[in-house]
């Protein structure tokens, strides 16, 4: 019996005005992958992201969750919509974001919180015992109270990992995770993606790091001209790689 993809992505194309930026990528999900996304800047590594939470509306192609349909084209054929409600999308399929995109006047358990309370509807208790044990697992547990301008850009992208984690999604998307962190604070962060890993979540990273993606990810993709233009096992694609626009990448990213 072959396995059903946790996602499923069919023929996805997303323009703006004329920008043509993604041009039709097939690409199954299984249980448990770790997929690296890698690609120049401009190459619509995070439209690419967006899309699959419909932070971006797909111009046309289909996404399949578990094998619901998330959108189908228009009868025009030009756009797709959700058919499920976009909420209950977001809340399986959680996104990490390069700047944290924390809420300033929130303190860290109210980031965390925020979610469980207005999405989930749970109650203030049930939602601070789970968000504790989210902010426990990502080492910031005492860090409960403060607001977000006193962490570290380390800390504030942990807290960002365990609010998304808080509503335990099937699938996480993390795009240049550490992209906006100082070089010594990266290692931290990438420490808590790689425990998530361990525990056998379902990931897709877009990152710069190629080392990290080497021993993160069970599979690498790179992405060129709106598609992919190779995929395949770490070792295949990062240490031989048969696409000259990977190796170009790569050879600028050693
Ligand atoms: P990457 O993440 O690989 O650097 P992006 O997905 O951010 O690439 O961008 C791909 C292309 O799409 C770029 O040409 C960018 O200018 C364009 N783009 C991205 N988001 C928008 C937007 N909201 N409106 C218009 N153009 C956009
Ligand atoms: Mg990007």
Redesign the pocket.
Known sequence: MTEAPVLRIRGLNKS??T?H?LRGIDLDVMAGDRIAIL??????????L?CLNFM?TPSSGEITLDGRVLGRPRPDGSRIYPEASLTAVRQRIGMVFQQFNLFPHMTTIGNVTEGLRTVQRKDRATAEARAMRELARVGLAEKAQEYPSRLSGGQKQRVAIARALALDPDLMLF??PTSALDPELVGEVLGVIRSLADEGRTMLL?THEVGFAYHFANRVIF?ADGVIQEEGPPDAVLKGPQNPRTQAFLARHK
């Open positions: 703006f005005g920008n930026v690609g120049a800047s401009g190459s619509g590594k995070s439209t690419f967006r971006e795009d240049e877009v992405m």
